[in-house]
């Protein structure tokens, strides 16, 4: 069974860039049944679509965030990326890397079934 889990830093000020790492394990990010995704929640609201990226390496970033988000991958390391630039406090939430059992991208976060614990990113001066 597939395993995340989220890694980077849990505090920036404004104007920093947000980079996260997620490491998968018990499975390969590059098997074409999977696609891998960044998803959020700040606090007290629901679930936040970031942004996918395919097994054969093709990316889908929510228009909202497009212009300040990126998503890469290592598939040596198994692993996937997200770097949000110029954050503010209203970035601060809850980041979480997910996967679901998709041969095309999925930009609905209901719809991943295997879910990093998570990881919490304070944006604060």
């Known amino acids: 069974q597939v395993q995340l889990q989220e890694s980077g830093p849990g505090l920036l000020a404004p104007s920093q860039t947000l980079s996260l790492t997620c490491t998968v394990s018990?499975?390969?990010?590059?098997?074409?049944?999977?696609?891998w995704s960044w998803i959020r929640q700040p606090p007290g609201k629901g679930l936040e679509w970031m942004g996918v990226?395919?097994?054969?390496?093709?990316?889908y970033v929510n228009p909202s965030l497009k212009s300040r988000t990126s998503i890469s991958r290592d598939t040596r390391k198994d692993q996937f990326s997200l770097q949000l630039s110029s954050v503010t406090p209203e970035d601060t939430a809850v980041y979480y890397c997910?996967?679901?059992?998709?041969?095309?991208?999925?930009?609905?976060?209901?719809?991943?079934?295997?879910w990093g614990q998570g990881t919490q990113v304070t944006v604060s001066s």
């Open positions: 990226i395919t097994y054969d390496g093709n990316t």
């Open positions: 018990g499975g390969s990010i590059t098997p074409s049944y999977y696609v």
């Open positions: 997910a996967a679901a059992n998709k041969a095309i991208a999925v930009t609905v976060a209901t719809l991943y079934n295997y």
